[in-house]
């Protein structure tokens, strides 16, 4: 058997100043975002915001339920959105942010697998790079050139579409 490996590349920048400017608001907003969570059961504030091709930026915070799986991630809930308003418009970056009343955050959040497999069917879609940045309320952000860089070996979806009728 042939052992195969996988390279994931991503950027680091020290803080906020370090980035250009329609990032710097994005990451801002993603931030902003987290005082906006319902996240009663987890005390975990996630803040999602997304660059549009047309200079629009769609916001979202992670929404929970009592019925715990019924909740939906800050990603999703963003990326959903900028899709239902804008259909079929590219989503060029999108900056995740995060803290908690809990634990200590050490490192940057990084979303879940689900939010990578549904921000990957966009990429794919539009056939352009969803740009990542990556963060907590302060500090390091990871920046990740496009959404496939984190989920090798992806399940593409998209191929199973019919041909419209
Ligand atoms: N969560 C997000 O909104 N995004 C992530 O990337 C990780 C997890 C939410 C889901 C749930 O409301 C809480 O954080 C704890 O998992």
Do not use: W
Request: neutral net charge; proline residues 6%; glycine residues 8%.
């Amino acid at each position: 058997m042939k052992k195969k490996e996988l390279l994931v590349r991503y950027s680091e920048a020290e803080d906020l100043g370090h980035l250009p400017p329609d990032e710097q608001s994005l990451v801002a907003a993603s931030r902003e975002m987290t005082t906006k969570a319902y996240a009663p059961y987890s005390t975990f504030y996630v803040g999602a915001a997304v660059l549009l091709a047309n200079g629009e930026t769609i916001v979202g915070s992670n929404q929970e339920n009592g019925a715990y799986p019924s909740g939906l991630c800050a990603e999703r809930v963003a990326v959903f959105a900028a899709s239902a308003m804008f259909p079929g418009m590219p989503m060029v970056k999108i900056a995740i942010s995060a803290r908690s009343k809990r634990i200590e955050m050490e490192e940057p959040v990084s979303p879940c697998g689900a939010c990578r497999q549904v921000m990957l069917e966009y990429e794919a879609l539009q056939k352009g790079p969803i740009k990542m940045l990556l963060s907590k309320e302060s500090g390091r952000i990871l920046v990740i050139e496009k959404v496939s860089d984190l989920l090798p070996l992806a399940f593409l979806g998209g191929r199973l579409k019919k041909e419209e009728a």
